[in-house]
C-alpha cells in the first residue's frame, strides 16, 4: 500500500514536473511568436508620415506680384515679355528648380504672329511621383471690356500675375523645406490673346501658349499625376465654383482640393456651385493625359461670369486681396505636401 501510494505522490509529482515544463514552454513559445509577430510587424507598417506644411507668406507672393507689373503689360513680342522672362527663370534658378524656356511663334486670332515663352521649373526632376503647378504668365494685348482706352493693353494684377506670384512663393517655399515629391511650376505664354470678347466670342483662340506645349511635350515624356492651374487667384471678391472640364476629368482632384479648402476655413473661396466650362491652360494638360483642375475666379455675376475687373483696366494692384492670395496659396502648398507623405 505504501509503494503504491509513493508511487503514485511521484507519479503526480512527475506529472507536475510535465505541466510545469509544458506551461514554460508555452511561455517561451508564445514569446518568441510575440517576438517574431513584432519583428515582423514593424518592417511592413507604415511608418507615420512626418506632415510639416510650410506658411505661405502673402507677402512674399504680394511683392512677386509688383516686381511682374513693374516691367508693365506683359504683352507677347515686347521688351517686358523678354524681361519679365529672364526674371522668372533667373527667378526660379535661385530657388535651386531645374529650368526649361520653351520658345515659339504662333499666329494669333487676327493672324498676327507673336513669340511666346513657356517657362517650366522642375523640383526632384528624377522623382516618379509628380504633381503640376500651372500659371500663364503673359497678360492682354487690349482692354476690350473696359470702356476706355480698349486698344491699350491690361496690367493683369490678377489676370496673369498672381498665380504667377503664388507659384514663385511655392517655389521659394520647396527651396526652404524639402519635399519628397516631384513638382513641376509651368507658366504658359500666350494664354490671354485670344479673339475679342462679345457674343461671338471664339474660346479656342486662347490657350496657346499651352496648346503649343500640350503638342510638344517637354520635358520630353513627361507625366504627372494631377495638375492644378491657378488663374485669376487673388481679386477682392473671389470666388472658385467648380469649372466643368475640372470636375469631367478631374473630379476627384476638385472633390479632394475643395475639401482641403473647406477644413482650414476657405469655404468661403472653394464653393460648389457649377462655374461653367471655360478653355484655360488646363484642358490643354487634360489633352495629355494629366487630370488637371482649374481655380479660377467664376463669381458667375455679369455676363461673362468673370470678375468685372476681367480685362480692363481695373486688373491692377488694387484689386489684389492679400488674404485671398494668401487662402488659395496656402490650399496648394498643402495639396502638395500632403501629396509628398500620401495624406492628400
Ligand atoms: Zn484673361
Same mark, same amino acid.
Given at each position: 500500500m505504501l509503494t503504491l501510494k509513493m508511487e503514485k505522490m511521484e507519479r503526480r509529482?512527475?506529472?507536475?514536473?510535465?505541466?510545469?515544463?509544458?506551461?514554460s514552454l508555452f511561455g517561451i513559445v508564445f514569446l518568441l511568436g510575440m517576438l517574431v509577430f513584432s519583428c515582423k510587424e514593424e518592417p511592413t507598417s507604415i511608418p507615420p508620415s512626418k506632415l510639416v @506644411?510650410?506658411?505661405?507668406?502673402s507677402d512674399s507672393a504680394f511683392v512677386f506680384i509688383e516686381k511682374q507689373l513693374s516691367f508693365g503689360p506683359r504683352v507677347p513680342g515686347t521688351?517686358?515679355?523678354?524681361?519679365?522672362?529672364?526674371?522668372l527663370v533667373q527667378k526660379l534658378k535661385s530657388y535651386g528648380a531645374k529650368t526649361i524656356v520653351q520658345s515659339y511663334e504662333m499666329p494669333i486670332y487676327d493672324g498676327t504672329v507673336l513669340p511666346g515663352h513657356n517657362i517650366i521649373a522642375q523640383f526632384n526632376p528624377k522623382k516618379r511621383n509628380r504633381v503640376l503647378l500651372a500659371a500663364h504668365w503673359d497678360t492682354r494685348i487690349v482692354a476690350d471690356k473696359d470702356n476706355e482706352r480698349q486698344d491699350e493693353p491690361i496690367m493683369g494684377a490678377d489676370d496673369g500675375a498672381s498665380g504667377v506670384a503664388a507659384l514663385l512663393e511655392i517655389a521659394?517655399?520647396?527651396?526652404?523645406?524639402?519635399?519628397?515629391?516631384?513638382?513641376?511650376?509651368?507658366?504658359?505664354?500666350?494664354?490671354?490673346?485670344?479673339?475679342?470678347?462679345?457674343?461671338?466670342?471664339?474660346?479656342?483662340?486662347?490657350?496657346?501658349g499651352s496648346r503649343y506645349w500640350s503638342e510638344n511635350i517637354a520635358p520630353k515624356g513627361y507625366k504627372a499625376k494631377?495638375?492644378?492651374?491657378?488663374?485669376?487667384?487673388?481679386?477682392?471678391?473671389? *470666388?472658385?465654383?467648380?469649372?466643368?472640364?475640372? @470636375?469631367?476629368?478631374?473630379?476627384?482632384y476638385v472633390e479632394k482640393i475643395w475639401d482641403l479648402a473647406q477644413k482650414m476655413g476657405k469655404g468661403n473661396l472653394f464653393k460648389s456651385y457649377n462655374a461653367g466650362a471655360i478653355g484655360d491652360d488646363h484642358v490643354n494638360i487634360i489633352r495629355v493625359g494629366i487630370p488637371a483642375v482649374d481655380i479660377i475666379n467664376r463669381p458667375m455675376t455679369g455676363a461673362s461670369g468673370f470678375?468685372?475687373?476681367?480685362?480692363?483696366?481695373?486688373?491692377?494692384?488694387?484689386?489684389?486681396?492679400? *488674404?485671398?492670395?494668401?487662402? +488659395?496659396?496656402?490650399?496648394?502648398?498643402? +495639396?502638395?505636401?500632403?501629396?509628398? +507623405?500620401?495624406?492628400?
Open positions: 509529482g512527475q506529472l507536475i514536473k510535465k505541466l510545469r515544463r509544458i506551461v @506644411v510650410p506658411i505661405f507668406n521688351e517686358a515679355q523678354i524681361k519679365t522672362r529672364d526674371w521659394r517655399l520647396i527651396h526652404g523645406q524639402s519635399i519628397d515629391l516631384g513638382v513641376d511650376i509651368m507658366l504658359f505664354d500666350l494664354e490671354d490673346q485670344g479673339d475679342l470678347e462679345g457674343s461671338d466670342a471664339q474660346t479656342d483662340t486662347y490657350a496657346l494631377f495638375g492644378i492651374l491657378l488663374d485669376m487667384i487673388a481679386a477682392e471678391g473671389a *470666388s472658385f465654383g467648380k469649372e466643368e472640364y475640372s @470636375v469631367r476629368y478631374a473630379g476627384q470678375g468685372s475687373y476681367h480685362h480692363t483696366h481695373d486688373d491692377d494692384i488694387s484689386i489684389i486681396n492679400k *488674404s485671398n492670395l494668401k487662402a +488659395v496659396g496656402q490650399v496648394v502648398t498643402a +495639396v502638395i505636401y500632403r501629396e509628398a +507623405v500620401g495624406r492628400f
